[in-house]
Structure formats: structure tokens, C-alpha cells
T-cell receptor
Framework: EAQVTQNPRYLITVTGKKLTVTCSQN?????MSWYRQDPGLGLRQIYY???????DKGDVPEGYKVSRKEKRNFPLILESPSPNQTSLYFC???????????FGQGTRLTVV | DQQVKQNSPSLSVQEGRISILNCDYT??????FLWYKKYPAEGPTFLIS?????DKNEDGRFTVFLNKSAKHLSLHIVPSQPGDSAVYFC??????????????FGRGTQLTVWP
């Protein structure tokens, strides 16, 4: 089954404790992205990647890092999480020849 | 600065009637426009798209209209059903220049279809 898998689905952590949210897709897609969803603000892009070892900042990259060492994986790293990073995070992937993006189920992160 | 705008945060429609969701954009480099539907506790799912060279695309009860001169698109749902109640996101892709590889979203419109 074609899918984008994020882990964990829910996470509560403390300020300053490094964490990684994993994202994996099994569709051999070139493009992968991370978004955060906040009330009234919709989906804002954090980082995106057009292929292995190619990443670029989206609209709200501050406080986040990403890496794309393999085509299928695109982890999101919060080196020192802060409460303003409490949000719902989505990973997405798409084939560069198609317009439809596939989304993961989301990761609800709470930083206290 | 938001390049894709959905100015109505919510819309309430009676079952069987038409739902019209609107979206405006600012960047002329966008090549495709998409609508995504999102239920609570799930990721967004693709609904329908339209190329910038077309002005209409239809898929069952869903039709998207594009007015390039006005930089405006709309999603029509006819007839509306209670299961259509969800947040609808308008999105745009421009696979060239500064927009290459990126998918831009609006803030979403919460559609509620009541019996």
C-alpha cells in the first residue's frame, strides 16, 4: 500500500530536549516536505527536499533541521524544542511529474 | 506574505445544496491548483486539481473553476452531503523558478453540511 508514515503520532516533551520526528514514504517520490498546522494559520511549509541531499527552507524553518540521506526518509529534527513549536506536523511526498502530494497521518507535538 | 488565500474560515450549507469554496492567489508562476480535504486527526487528502491552462475540471460532485485573469479559483460541491464536512485547503504548485518543488497552501475553510 502506497503511504507516508510518520512517527511518533503523539509526543510530549520538555523544552530543550532534542527530538526527531521520522517520515518515510514507499512510493519512490523525489519531493518531500514538512508542514506544521496551527489554528487559523493553515499549513505552513517548514522545509522541503527535491531529492537526496537537496533540501531548502520553506516559510517557517527557524528551530528546525532536516536531512535527506535516502530517498524514502526525511526526518525532522528539533535540536532545542521550545513551547512555540507545539503544533501538528505533517510530512508529505510527491512525484516530481505529478501534482498530487500524499500526506502522513500527522504528529501532534507538545513542548512544555 | 501568503501567496494562496482563503478568506472565509468557515462555511455552513444545508445538505443537498451547493457548497462554493473560494481561493485567491498572487503568484503568476503557479502552474497547478489543488484542493485538499482534511478530517480531524487525519492528514490532508487530495480531492481535485486543475492546470493553469484550463478553466474547469470536474470529478463527480466536485468541480473546480479557475479564473486566471482574476487569480481566483473556486470549488463547487453539488449536492453537498454531511460527509463533506471537513476543512478544505486550496493549494498551488509552480514547478519553475522560485516556486520549484513547493506546494503552497491557504489557511483552509471549515465546511459544515447540516441535514
Amino acid at each position: 500500500e502506497a503511504q507516508v508514515t510518520q512517527n511518533p503520532r503523539y509526543l510530549i516533551t520538555v523544552t530543550g530536549k532534542k527530538l526527531t520526528v521520522t517520515c518515510s514514504q514507499n512510493m519512490n517520490h523525489e519531493y518531500m516536505s514538512w508542514y506544521r498546522q496551527d489554528p487559523g494559520l493553515g499549513l505552513r511549509q517548514i522545509y522541503y527536499s527535491m531529492n537526496v541531499e537537496v533540501t531548502d527552507k520553506g516559510d517557517v524553518p527557524e528551530g528546525y533541521k532536516v536531512s535527506r540521506k535516502e530517498k524514502r526518509n526525511f526526518p525532522l529534527i528539533l535540536e532545542s524544542p521550545s513551547p512555540n513549536q507545539t503544533s501538528l506536523y505533517f510530512c508529505a511526498s510527491r512525484d516530481r511529474r505529478n501534482t498530487e502530494a500524499f500526506f502522513g497521518q500527522g504528529t501532534r507535538l507538545t513542548v512544555v | 506574505d501568503q501567496q494562496v488565500k482563503q478568506n472565509s474560515p468557515s462555511l455552513s450549507v444545508q445538505e443537498g445544496r451547493i457548497s462554493i469554496l473560494n481561493c485567491d492567489y498572487t503568484n503568476s508562476m503557479f502552474d497547478y491548483f489543488l484542493w485538499y480535504k482534511k478530517y480531524p486527526a487525519e492528514g490532508p487528502t487530495f480531492l481535485i486539481s486543475i492546470s493553469s491552462i484550463k478553466d474547469k475540471n470536474e470529478d463527480g460532485r466536485f468541480t473546480v473553476f479557475l479564473n486566471k485573469s482574476a487569480k481566483h479559483l473556486s470549488l463547487h460541491i453539488v449536492p453537498s452531503q454531511p460527509g463533506d464536512s471537513a476543512v478544505y485547503f486550496c493549494a498551488a504548485i509552480g514547478d519553475r523558478g522560485s516556486t520549484l518543488g513547493r506546494l503552497y497552501f491557504g489557511r483552509g475553510t471549515q465546511l459544515t453540511v447540516w441535514p
